[in-house]
């Protein structure tokens, strides 16, 4: 059974920074993300990272103040987020798959199989 479990949410005050993690298993994901959702808004994304981590792509609205890493040995996948905006309020949702591409379909919900059951962060201004 393949799982993904998120951790670290909170409240923080802009500014300030939160290290997100999943945990996977169940099968190793060439591909983990993160996507976030706002109330009222869609799911958008916010970063992925390949097997090897020679692939990173970010949303331009983090770029600079978010990072993604892996951790393939425990299957895990973390997002320290920097200089927290009230605007980066909402549910993070980890996501995986099997496969990994260079195109732009690696940014869409679609692409992923498996989602964590997210973590809320909360950023006051």
């Known amino acids: 059974q393949v799982q993904l479990v998120e951790s670290g949410g909170g409240l923080v005050q802009a500014g300030g920074s939160l290290r997100l993690a999943c945990a996977g298993s169940?099968?190793?994901?060439?591909?983990m993300a993160w996507f976030r959702q706002a109330p009222g808004k869609e799911r958008e994304f916010v970063a992925t990272i390949s097997w090897s981590g020679s692939g990173i792509y970010y949303a331009d609205h983090v770029k600079g103040r978010f990072t993604i890493s892996r951790d393939n040995s425990k299957s895990t996948v973390f997002l320290q987020m920097n200089s927290l905006k009230p605007e980066d309020t909402a549910d993070y949702y980890c996501?995986?798959?099997?496969?990994?591409?260079?195109?732009?379909?690696?940014?869409?919900?679609?692409?992923?199989?498996?989602w964590g059951q997210g973590t809320q962060v909360t950023v006051s201004s």
């Open positions: 169940g099968r190793t994901f060439a591909a």
């Open positions: 996501a995986a798959d099997g496969a990994w591409s260079s195109g732009w379909e690696i940014r869409l919900p679609e692409h992923y199989d498996y």
